[in-house]
C-alpha cells in the first residue's frame, strides 16, 4: 500500500503493488455482465418457486421432504408419461401381431424388425443362458444361429420346439454292440464328419443296427423329407454335417453317445439334450405366453438364415 495516492484522480481502490504499477481499480463490472446475474437471480428465484427444489428434512412423516413447486411437476411422472407413450405405440404393434401369423409377421418389414428387437430381449432373458448370446450355442446345446436342425426350422417346427420342448433319445448301445462294432461305428461317425463316404461295411452295420432308424437313410439326421420343405425327424443328430453336436466331438466323443446313448434313465453317463417347454413351465420358472412364443419363434428362424 502506497503512502500517497500517486493517481489521485483515478479510481482506484488505494491498492497498489510492484512499484505501484499495479493497482486495483474500481470500476463497475460490464453491462453485460450485470444483466446475466441478476437475470440468473431471477431465474433462480422463479425456478424456485415453480420446481421442486429446497430441501426441509425437519419436515414430520415419511413424505417427500422438500418444496413441491407450484407446477405440481416430478421426475417420477414426467418419466411415467414417457412410459405411457412408449406404452402407447408398443401396443399398437404387439396387437397387430397378437393376430398374425408368423409367416404374416415376416412379410411385414416394419413389424419383423420391431418383432426381431423385442424378440432380441427375450432371447437374452430366457434361451442365451442354453443356446448363448444370438444362439452362437454352448457346449451341450445347439447352435441355433445356423440353418442345421435336429428337429426342423421351418416355423411351424420351431414353435412347436419352444412351446412343447424337445427331448431326443437314442439308445445306449453298450449292450448291444461289440466292441468292435462300436469302434467300426465311432470311426464311421467321424469318417461322415469329414466328409468322407464311409465304406459299405461300415454303412450295412449302421444300417443293420436300427441307427438309420432314427438318423435316416442318408445319416443326415431326417427321417423322410414331405413337400414343403417339412421333414419327419425324432431329433437325432445329423452325421454328415460336420458339426458336432455334442463336444468335444471326435472318436471319443462319437463313441461315447453311441455306448451311452442320449437322455437315457438310470445310464449314468448318458448326454443330457432336454429343452424345456416354454408354454409348459411354472409361472416363476420362466413361463412364455403364446405371443412371446410366437416372437421367438420368428427370430430363432431368422437367426437360422429364415431356413
Ligand atoms: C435349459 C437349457 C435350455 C434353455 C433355457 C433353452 N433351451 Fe432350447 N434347447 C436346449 C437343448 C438341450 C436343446 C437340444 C435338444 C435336443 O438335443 O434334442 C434345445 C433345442 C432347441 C431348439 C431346436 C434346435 C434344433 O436344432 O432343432 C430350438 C429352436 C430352441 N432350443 C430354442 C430355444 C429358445 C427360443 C429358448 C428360449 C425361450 C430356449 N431354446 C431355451 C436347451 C435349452
Ligand atoms: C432312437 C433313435 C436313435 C438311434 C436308434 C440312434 N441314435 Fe444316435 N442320436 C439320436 C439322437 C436323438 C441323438 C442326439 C441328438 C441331440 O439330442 O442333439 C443322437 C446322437 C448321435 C451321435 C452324436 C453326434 C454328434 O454330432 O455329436 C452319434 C455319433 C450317433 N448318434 C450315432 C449313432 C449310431 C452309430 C447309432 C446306431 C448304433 C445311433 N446313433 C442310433 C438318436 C438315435
Wanted: hydrophobic share 35%; net charge negative; charged share 20%.
Amino acid at each position: 500500500m502506497a503512502e500517497n495516492n500517486p493517481y489521485p484522480g483515478e479510481n482506484n481502490t488505494g491498492h497498489f503493488w510492484d512499484d505501484d504499477s499495479l493497482r486495483e481499480l474500481d470500476n463497475p463490472p460490464p453491462k453485460w455482465w450485470m444483466i446475466a446475474l441478476w437475470a440468473s437471480v431471477a431465474w433462480f428465484v422463479l425456478y424456485t418457486i415453480l420446481y421442486p427444489s429446497w430441501p426441509m428434512p425437519w419436515l414430520e412423516g415419511d413424505g417427500d421432504k422438500f418444496t413441491k413447486g407450484i407446477l405440481g411437476w416430478t421426475s417420477i411422472e414426467e418419466y411415467k408419461e414417457g412410459m405411457e407413450e412408449v406404452k402407447a405405440v408398443r401396443s399398437k404393434f404387439d396387437e397387430q401381431i397378437a393376430d398374425m401369423s408368423p409367416e404374416q409377421i415376416l412379410q411385414d418389414p416394419g413389424l419383423t424388425q420391431y418383432t426381431l428387437a423385442s424378440a432380441k430381449v427375450l432371447f437374452g432373458d430366457y434361451c442365451a443362458a442354453c443356446h448363448g448370446s444370438g444362439g452362437k450355442g454352448n457346449p451341450g446345446y445347439p447352435v441355433l444361429a445356423d440353418d442345421d436342425w435336429l428337429w426342423g426350422g421351418t416355423l411351424a417346427k420351431i414353435n412347436e420346439t419352444i412351446t412343447n420342448g424337445r427331448k431326443g433319445n437314442m439308445v445306449a448301445h453298450a449292450n448291444l454292440l461289440t466292441e468292435q462294432e462300436v469302434d467300426t461305428l465311432a470311426k464311421f461317425a467321424v469318417e461322415l464328419n469329414q466328409g468322407d463316404k464311409g465304406s459299405d461295411e461300415a454303412w450295412a452295420l449302421y444300417n443293420s443296427k436300427g441307427c438309420s432308424g432314427c438318423h435316416g437313410p442318408t445319416a443326415n439326421g431326417v427321417i423322410a423329407e414331405l413337400p414343403g420343405g417339412n421333414v419327419i425327424t425324432v431329433g437325432a443328430a445329423n452325421l454328415i454335417d460336420r458339426i458336432w453336436r455334442f463336444k468335444p466331438g471326435g472318436y471319443e466323443s462319437a463313441k461315447h453317445t453311441i455306448l451311452y446313448g442320449v437322455n437315457q434313465d438310470g445310464v449314468e453317463q448318458t448326454r443330457n439334450a432336454i429343452m424345456p417347454g416354454f408354454a409348459q413351465l411354472g409361472q416363476l420358472d420362466g413361463k412364455l405366453t403364446p405371443d412371446q412364443i410366437k416372437i421367438l419363434t420368428v427370430y430363432v428362424h431368422e437367426l437360422g438364415g429364415g431356413k
